[in-house]
């Protein structure tokens, strides 16, 4: 029986997800399946690093995606550390869906991109101007 894990998420906009995770350097497919220990799970996003184990995003109701894997049977992983895996992830697929929504915004609104800056908290500041 397959045992996948979900991470809820607040990931609402497909596209920026798929380029967040390109920019990670995940292997990406849509509208898919991902495979799990005893059969296949229907996924919207699927994403890969190398020959590692894939990782999917399911679209809720309401507009947001889980991140959903089933590593099951995996040498060494459990359910418990198979969630923290992918919490792990999820924090940083999220850095960067939020960087690049920031970026897409202010591109929008007629801003232009002065500096991004990694912080040591591990926060990312990025300082905008528009001239009038």
Do not use: C, P
Request: glycine fraction near 10%; proline fraction near 0%; avoid cysteine.
């Amino acid at each position: 029986m397959s045992h996948y894990s979900k991470v809820k998420t607040q990931f609402h906009n497909r596209q920026a997800l798929v380029a967040s995770l390109k920019n990670l350097g995940y292997e990406v497919e849509t509208d898919t399946v991902i495979l799990g220990h005893h059969g296949e799970h229907a996924v919207e996003v699927a994403a890969r690093r190398g020959k590692g184990y894939q990782i999917g995003f399911v679209k809720n109701t309401d507009g947001t995606y889980d991140m959903v894997a089933d590593w099951w049977g995996v040498s060494g992983t459990d359910e418990r550390r198979i969630t923290r895996d992918l919490e792990v992830q999820a924090g940083a697929i999220q850095k960067e869906y939020a960087k690049k929504m920031v970026m897409e915004q202010a591109a929008k609104d007629g801003f232009e991109i002065v500096s991004q800056t990694e912080e040591q908290d591990g926060s990312l500041r990025i300082v905008v101007r528009r001239w009038q």
